[in-house]
């Protein structure tokens, strides 16, 4: 069966990041994907020139509706920008309870500029984090939910798993995956922990200015892969397999003079001649 997912998270024009690279990598992994609109920018492969926040009632009134009619097998969560939309998608995923909820907490863009309000990050980590299934910070994000520096080596990315799981709720399998992309080096190596078991990921890092939403890519193939293969490590080494392929062929695109996006239908579409 094919399932069917939904990202909730913020619009980039450009196709890089967010709802519209959500929607491509969760078609190209053989799942239908839905959308919730939680913010709206004006952005680029270079910059963000502005944030247009969505109204948290009408964020609520999306996912209610489409959760009314729609069967949701999995739920990825991206940028949300304010905190009383983070609110609101908090307490709506508490009443529709996804089997999956993968949630990758957005703070910051690939050109640095903040996507997240100061105030929303501790209603994420009050409201959201609790009911996340899987979480997928970087290490910059990982820091910031920690109120701590961001790390920069293999053996504190495995503490700071530790503490950023037990963040999460204590009943059913909750994972974290901690994405390793911002270590020094060539090595790209993620870690993924439940609180009993520490997972290494490794990977090699690939010369390219085009990784322009490659988390929102990650998260969201995580929730396409979820409902499908039922088991999270082989859910996550499948998303960074499809990940790396699709930043290796990301020349293929000629999109933006800035962080370029990835290829995510390196699969299906010839490389260029």
């Not at 059913?172 to 993620?190: A, C, F, M, Q, S």
């Not at 993924?192 to 997972?199: E, S």
Request: aromatic share 4%; glycine share 8%; net charge neutral.
């Amino acid at each position: 069966m094919i399932p069917n997912t939904l990202t909730i998270a913020g619009v980039d024009p450009s196709g890089g990041a967010g709802i519209l690279a959500d929607i491509k990598a969760m078609s190209a992994l053989g799942a239908y994907g839905t959308a919730v609109v939680a913010a709206l920018t004006a952005q680029n492969t270079q910059a963000v020139t502005g944030i247009s926040p969505v109204p948290p009632d009408f964020v609520a009134a999306q996912i209610d509706t489409l959760f009314a009619d729609v069967h949701i097998d999995a739920v990825k969560i991206g940028m949300l920008g304010q905190q009383l939309v983070t609110r609101k998608v908090a307490d709506r995923m508490a009443h529709w309870k996804p089997a999956h909820l993968v949630l990758d907490p957005v703070m910051i863009a690939k050109s640095g500029d903040h996507l997240l309000e100061r105030a929303a990050v501790d209603e994420l980590r009050a409201s959201l984090l609790p009911q996340a299934t899987l979480l997928t910070p970087n290490l910059p994000e990982a820091g910031v939910l920690l109120d701590a520096a961001p790390v920069d080596n293999l053996r504190d990315m495995r503490r700071a798993a530790e503490r950023l799981r037990r963040l999460l709720s204590d009943s059913g399998e909750r994972w974290v995956y901690l994405k390793g992309g911002h270590l020094p080096g060539n090595d790209t190596i993620d870690v993924l922990h439940d609180g009993d078991r520490m997972i290494e990921l490794p990977g090699k890092r690939i010369d390219t200015p085009n990784t322009h939403g490659t988390g929102c890519t990650l998260s969201a193939a995580l929730a396409a892969l979820l409902p499908r293969v039922g088991d999270v490590p082989e859910a996550a080494r499948q998303a960074k397999a499809y990940l790396v392929q699709a930043i290796a062929r990301s020349g293929d695109l000629r999109v933006g003079s800035g962080h370029g996006p990835v290829q995510h239908f390196h699969a299906w579409w010839p490389a260029p001649k």
